[in-house]
């Protein structure tokens, strides 16, 4: 998905769903089959929470450079989490991730 400024990212944003823990199993053992989709809908259902992290963020920080970055960390978990096992919540993961990618994108500016 591709944003061309700040608000254009929390517009799309906005209209994506997020799914049911339900859902979420059925796309997590649909992904671990090779199922492309089945991943873009997984990314696509947490695409708010980033939203809600880049919102918390001063203006003066955020920048499209800063969301990509958020949004390749969320790929990126999505590929290595196992949705399968009943222990830590992805959201709580993912909100791990993202601070620690802004951290890392503030010590680069």
Same mark, same amino acid.
């Given at each position: 998905?591709?944003?061309?400024? $700040?608000?254009?990212? %929390? +517009? ?5 769903? @997020? /799914?049911? =823990? ?6 997590? =053992?649909?992904? #671990? !089959?090779?199922?492309?989709?089945? @991943? ?5 259902? $947490? #695409? ?6 880049? @919102? ?8 499209? !450079?800063?969301?990509?970055?958020? #949004? ?8 290595? %989490? ?5 222990? +830590?919540? %992805?959201?709580? @993961?993912?909100? #791990?991730?993202? =601070?620690? !990618?802004? /951290? ?6």
């Amino acid at each position: 998905m591709l944003f061309t400024d $700040y608000n254009d990212f %929390f +517009e799309k944003a906005s209209r994506l769903e @997020r /799914t049911s =823990r339900d859902e979420e199993l059925t796309l997590a =053992r649909l992904m #671990i !089959e090779g199922d492309r989709e089945a @991943r873009q809908k997984l990314i696509n259902s $947490y #695409i708010p929470v980033v939203a809600a992290f880049v @919102r918390r963020v001063s203006k003066e920080m955020c920048s499209l !450079e800063m969301i990509y970055r958020c #949004i390749t960390a969320l790929e990126r978990e999505v590929d290595t %989490f196992d949705f399968l096992q009943t222990g +830590e919540s %992805f959201t709580h @993961r993912l909100n #791990i991730v993202l =601070r620690r !990618e802004l /951290t890392k994108f503030i010590a680069d500016k």
